[in-house]
DNA sequence: TGATATGATTTAAT
DNA sequence: ATTAAATCATATCA
């Protein structure tokens, strides 16, 4: 296997095409032949970014058919294997950068990288009644903060999308490149492979940056919004009749099933949550110091024994 | 301005 | 998932 390229080293290829190269000359010839020879050198360099593309293309094509080229390159490929064992190895291992997870996990915790939503009004809104049951749905005071978050998410992805695209392309690039040069110089699999994980990590790291500054709108959006999202505004006082209405006649089993607190939100033109609240937070108070809710209890129950009272006189009388 | 009222959120239990 | 309880943060009042 190894046979051929020694051989063909052996006998000098080097010297094959051009021998009186390297010779030195036996008088005093030999300062001037060495200035000649670098003279042809410096103007064939001087001359290479003149020469025009198909002729470089020629010229490659010629050195490509020179009969020695397959043993030469043989010859390389040999060298370039023993020297690579060395070079790999060194890193290959790519750990999961925390950082970038937690920039990931977050971004997916906003609702920015997750599956579309759409921004539509009525997405948002139908985005907000699925995820009620958990978080606050006051959507009239969220449109704006989700309109916003919908304009991050659109930036991220757009901008995601372009690197990505960027990042292909120049990886063919690469890619073509790296080809192209093979037909003349050895290039492994794994060499390949190499150049383009440095080329992702690239890219990633660039991507990094946009995941970062992302995150950081976002972080800008909530606390400018869901800080004004926990600003509270009481009920207006007909709602808070209703309520009150409602709890100090159930006050034995102050629980409103879940088509009571539907009814109660509607009529209160608050949401079923918002309800929720309310009356978690009276049967605690009430229950924490039933004495300063006697006159509100009171009151009610006086309230609701008059309108029964004149509804069953409406009713039985006249 | 401090005390109190009140809606919202968090935590833990069921 | 619903609730009690504690707590937060603001609104309102005196």
């Known amino acids: 296997m190894d046979e051929q390229p020694r051989l063909m080293h052996s006998h000098g290829v080097g010297m094959a095409g051009h021998p009186g190269l390297g010779q030195h000359m036996p008088d005093g010839t030999e300062g001037e032949g060495r200035k000649q020879d670098i003279g042809d050198i410096l103007q064939q360099i001087m001359t290479i970014t003149d020469q025009s593309l198909d002729e470089a293309q020629a010229r490659k094509h010629a050195l490509n058919c020179h009969r ?7 010859v390389l490929c040999e ?19 925390p950082q970038l997870m937690r920039l990931d996990n977050m971004l997916l915790a906003e609702g920015v990288s ?11 809104a139908a985005a907000a009644a699925a995820a009620g049951g958990a978080g606050a749905d006051n959507s009239a005071e969220h449109s704006d903060y989700r309109a916003k978050l919908s304009q991050i998410r659109q930036i991220y992805h757009t901008e995601l999308e372009k690197y990505e695209q960027a990042c292909n392309e120049f990886t063919t690039h690469v890619m073509n490149l790296l080809r192209e ?26 991507q990094m940056q946009l995941k970062q500054s992302t995150c950081e709108a976002v972080m800008i959006l909530r606390s400018r919004f ?34 009571a607190k539907e009814e109660l939100a509607k009529k209160c ?46 009713h039985n009388g006249s």
């Open 68 to 74: 020695m080229k397959p043993a030469l390159f043989n």
């Open 114 to 124: 997750g599956p579309e939503k759409g921004g539509g009004s009525a997405a948002a």
């Open 79 to 97: 060298i370039k294997e023993k020297t690579v064992l060395s070079i790999r190895g060194a890193q290959e291992e790519e750990p999961p950068d």
């Open 181 to 206: 040069q093979s037909r003349t110089r050895p290039i492994s699999p794994k060499e390949i492979e190499r150049m383009v994980g440095i080329i992702h990590r690239k890219f990633s790291s660039i």
């Open 226 to 259: 869901l800080d004004a999202r926990r600003k509270r505004r009481n009920f207006n006082k007909q709602a808070t009749e209703i309520l009150n209405e409602y709890f100090y006649s159930h006050l034995s089993n102050p629980y409103p099933s879940e088509e």
């Open 269 to 314: 033109s608050i949401t079923v949550s918002q309800v929720s609240n309310w009356f978690g937070n009276k049967r605690i108070r009430y229950k924490k110091n039933i004495g300063k809710f006697q006159e509100e209890a009171n009151m009610y129950a006086a309230r609701t024994a008059v309108t029964a009272a004149s509804a069953s006189v409406c």
